[in-house]
């Protein structure tokens, strides 16, 4: 079955066709240009741009798919949530309008499930490189500029937080990092090329190491990076330097984008190394969001899962990862599948806070 899928919950504005787990499409307009200045995603920005180019993106996804109008899927996906309440409207309505017009079931899909689901996504002339039920259960590790969760997956709406963050997500701290270093935003590409050219030779703590819990912390580890750089540079106010204001040398820079680096992939190792011990059934480990773009995190989470003899289950395409609209189509299609399907339009809306699991 073809379904038409629509992703608008943060600054990514996109639209896909799937074919079961197939992509047939996957169009995404970046709204990053237009965010940049501010240094962050502005909810009000985002959904003016959510409107003035979600109709092209659709068009252009049901093109690529070699379709000529939406009356040719089976039916509408869309997030449902989690994200910016004001940018999930515009998804969420513009996919409701679709549904109703042509008939079409509609399908409310969760973010992170789209995530989790991600590796499953394939091209159309690519047999499946996973099948759901030999992977069952595994640990999926989502690693974005909002969310940073361990999850354990017996199956399709069977999903355990088994840790999280208790303040900043991974990219987001590694965007704020990023920022008192003055890079450009999104930071998180920034200080990964920055960290290749520097050498890891400053200390900084690593967050809740000793704490037998699964859960993460990158705010104690962002403030001292601030206290580091106010120490080298006392010329600077705190102020100052969050806002990007402090003019470092390249070589400061370089080593302190390395030494955050290396700290994160010792936070990451040893969370992911603990649940690997504790939850021993397993039979994948899967990464997803758009910090498994970092190449030193993916290659390092691939040597835990190698070790333990687990595969490492990601997507092939690697537009994949960060947002986008065939992973919440190959979620439709899960939930399809168990018939998940909104029945009244009217009482279907946006759940800006909503967790995996409770859908
Ligand atoms: O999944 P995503 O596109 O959007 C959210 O749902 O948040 O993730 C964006 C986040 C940003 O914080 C960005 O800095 C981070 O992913 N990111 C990276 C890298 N590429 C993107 N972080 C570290 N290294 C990268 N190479
Ligand atoms: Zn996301």
């Excluded at 502005?42 to 003016?48: G, H, L, S, T």
């Excluded at 079931?105 to 030999?134: C, K, Q, R, T, Y």
């Excluded at 090329?193 to 990158?218: C, E, H, M, T, W």
């Excluded at 946006?350 to 995996?356: A, D, S, V, Y």
Aim: with cysteine; net charge neutral; charged share 20%.
């Amino acid at each position: 079955m073809k379904i038409l899928a629509i992703e608008t919950s943060c600054d990514e504005t996109a639209a896909a066709v799937v074919e079961d787990t197939a992509v047939l499409s996957n169009v995404i307009a970046s709204q990053i240009e237009w965010h940049r200045p501010y240094g962050g995603v502005v909810p009000d920005i985002a959904r003016r741009q959510h409107r003035r180019l979600l109709p092209s993106v659709v068009e252009r996804a049901l093109k690529e798919a070699g379709l000529s109008s939406p009356t040719e899927v089976g039916a509408v996906a869309v997030t449902q949530g989690p994200g910016l309440a004001i940018a999930l409207e515009v998804g969420i309505q513009t996919a409701k309008e679709l549904a109703k017009e042509h008939s079409k079931p509609l399908i409310g899909v969760n973010h992170m499930e789209g995530h989790l689901l991600s590796f499953l996504a394939h091209s159309p002339n690519e047999v499946p490189p996973f099948s759901l039920d030999e992977v069952t259960p595994f640990l999926s590790f989502l690693i974005s500029g909002g969310h940073t969760q361990l999850v354990l997956v017996q199956g399709v709406g069977e999903y355990e937080v088994i840790g999280r963050t208790i303040d900043d997500a991974l990219g987001e701290a590694f965007d704020k990092v990023a920022r008192m270093l003055a890079l450009a935003y999104p930071g998180g590409p920034e200080i990964e090329k920055l960290s290749y050219q520097g050498q890891a030779i400053y200390s900084l703590p690593v967050p809740l190491k000793r704490k037998s819990n699964l859960d993460f912390s990158f705010a104690g580890l962002k403030t001292a990076v601030l206290y580091l750089i106010a120490q080298h540079y006392p010329q600077y106010s705190l102020r100052e330097i969050s806002a990007g204001q402090a003019k470092l040398p390249t070589k400061f820079v370089a080593n302190l984008a390395a030494s955050f680096q290396q700290t994160v992939e010792e936070v990451v190792k040893f969370k992911l190394s603990q649940a690997l011990v504790k939850y021993s059934q397993l039979k994948g480990v899967s990464l997803g969001g758009g910090v498994a773009n970092n190449r030193r995190i993916r290659q390092l989470v691939g040597r835990l899962a190698q070790e333990r003899q687990l595969p490492l289950l990601l997507p092939s395409d690697r537009r994949l990862y960060a947002d986008n609209a065939a992973m919440i189509g190959v979620a439709a299609y899960y939930n399809y599948q168990q018939g998940k399907i909104i029945t009244d339009f009217s009482s279907f809306d946006r759940k800006p806070n909503l967790e995996l699991g409770t859908q």
